[in-house]
């Protein structure tokens, strides 16, 4: 028994050891590392380094190796300030050192004689150059994502256009290619967790709110060995947090007809209203005499919805002439001005076995010579607008989007070793559009999108130069496709069957 159990918790162990390796090949995480020396430039070893995220007061800590290496693994994107101490020593501080997403950054420290209430200082921010490693991607952060502007074009602001503010990324967010790669080959990570669509290559149908994200990099060549499974490049995204301070934001995106200018052969300006808006909120939690959650638990929310009404194209299409409905083709003639002649199939005769036919009195169908089909079908379609043989029909196909959507991140610190974050992202995405004819003629169709996302991310600091990263991630997404007319019986109202 004892032997099955010890066997049991090895099989266990394992697992939990592959599932964290995973989670870790795919972190969105940074690192700070570097070397600390003596004046003399001999390393030192056993030193306290100490990374303060300065949005949240949340500390990372690690100790430099007895070669005098550090690495302060798994931060959150932000700037920090990191302090490096040892007795003897001056304390060095860098007081504002900017963390980009998934990257490694080198802050080398030379360490002064003295004592350690005494302090050296740097207060620019450290340059961010990844000396370590030779991965060729770009950053976007949190201010450029704040700051630069996305089209809206039928759908809400779409969080991977930023990718085409890179060099070598050409196409569209479904069809990408990333310094020449072939399209649909990229992998799209959401706070390290894969959330590529397996239809598109992009991000899955529905996708978080700009508002969401806090910042985002493409790597687009010479991956380090985390990364995998792509043949194109890296789309890396990470999720906004809540800070120690109550931020919130009412965002509102406009777009309409009202406003635009009426095309040269157009005789109206053409329905198209589009409207993104919503709020956002994030700081620490805090339940009144319950809980404050300054230091430690911190939220982000974002609901927005967005809304699209397109009329019309105004372009024309070609029905049935009033004339043709009556029977009557005495008006229709060839390309050369000649009479199309129309012969009844039922004055065929075989004389030598061919086959002649004559031709219905002046070109006209006499109605009691419809079938009872075609007479039940003539009335649904609609009537020309003027009198010409092709293009009589102004076309009223329309599409309409109701969108909205909700994105809840949460972090927790347990403590300095032991923290955890969750991102939940849901939201209903239905789309209506009409063909060129009115129904029942129309294909219109209703395309409606359900959405849930989990992302769930656990950091413990085995050791100052060990740590286990559990990531887990749930996705479910629904597209359901019906037509509008799809549930009538159509054989049996036109007298098919």
């Known amino acids: 028994m004892n032997r099955r159990v010890r066997l049991i918790w090895l099989l266990f162990s394992a697992f939990v050891f592959l599932l964290a390796f995973s ?57 920090y300030k990191v302090t490096i101490e040892k007795s003897g020593f001056k304390t060095f501080i860098a007081a504002n050192v900017n963390l980009s997403v998934a990257q490694t950054l080198t802050l080398n420290a030379a360490l002064q004689i003295g004592q350690v209430n005494q302090s050296v200082e740097v207060t620019s921010a450290a340059a961010a150059v990844q000396t370590n490693t030779s991965e060729i991607g770009t950053a976007v952060t949190t201010q450029m994502v704040m700051d630069l502007p996305l089209s809206i074009t039928g759908n ?14 050409t196409g569209t967010t479904s069809n990408t290619q990333i310094n020449g790669s072939q399209s649909r080959s990229k992998e799209v990570l959401v706070d390290g967790i894969g959330s590529t669509s397996p239809e598109s290559g992009g991000i899955l149908f529905s996708y978080p709110s700009v508002e969401a994200i806090s910042e985002f990099e493409l790597l687009g060549s010479d991956f380090n060995a985390e990364y995998g499974r792509t043949g194109g490049g890296f789309e890396i995204f990470t999720t906004r ?8 934001s009412l965002f509102e995106y406009l777009r309409n007809n009202v406003f635009d200018a009426r095309g040269f052969f157009s005789p109206i300006t053409p329905v198209n209203r589009q409207n993104e808006y919503g709020v956002a909120i994030g700081g620490p939690v805090w339940i009144p005499k319950l809980y404050k959650g300054a230091n430690r638990t911190f939220f982000h929310f974002v609901w927005s919805g967005f809304r699209y009404r397109q009329g019309a194209a105004n372009n024309l299409i070609s029905v049935p002439p009033l004339a043709f409905r009556k029977g009557d083709f005495s ?25 002649t036919r004559q031709p219905f009195p002046n070109n006209q169908i006499p109605p009691n010579r419809f079938s009872a089909v075609s007479s039940k079908i003539l009335p649904y379609i609609p009537n020309p607008v003027n009198n010409n043989l092709l293009n009589n029909y102004l076309a009223v196909g329309a ?9 809840i991140k949460i972090d927790h610190n347990f403590s300095d070793r032991n923290r955890i974050n969750g991102f939940f992202y849901t939201g209903t995405y239905p789309t209506t559009a009409a063909d060129q004819l009115p129904q029942p003629l129309s294909y219109a169709w209703v395309n409606q999108y359900n959405s849930y996302w989990l992302r769930i991310g656990h950091d413990f600091i085995l050791s100052p130069n060990k740590v286990n990263h559990l990531g887990l991630g749930f996705t479910r997404e629904g597209q359901y496709w019906h037509n509008q007319q799809s549930s009538q019986d159509w054989a049996t109202m036109l007298g098919l069957t």
């Open 399 to 407: 599409t309409k989007v109701d969108r909205d959507q909700v994105d």
């Open 241 to 248: 947090s809540g800070t120690n301070q109550f931020h919130g």
């Open 23 to 79: 989670a870790f090949a795919q972190s969105n995480r940074g690192t700070i590392t570097g070397t600390v020396t003596d004046a003399s430039g001999a390393p030192v070893p056993d030193v306290d380094v100490s990374a303060v995220n300065l949005s949240t007061s949340v500390t990372y800590r690690a100790k430099s190796s007895s070669t005098g290496d550090y690495a302060v693994q798994q931060l959150p994107e932000g700037a």
């Open 156 to 169: 809400m602001r779409n969080p991977e256009s930023f990718m085409f503010l890179t060099p070598g990324v």
């Open 331 to 355: 008006g229709l003639v060839n390309s050369k001005g000649q009479p199309v002649v129309i012969y009844d199939p039922q004055s065929t005769t075989f004389v030598n076995g061919a086959a």
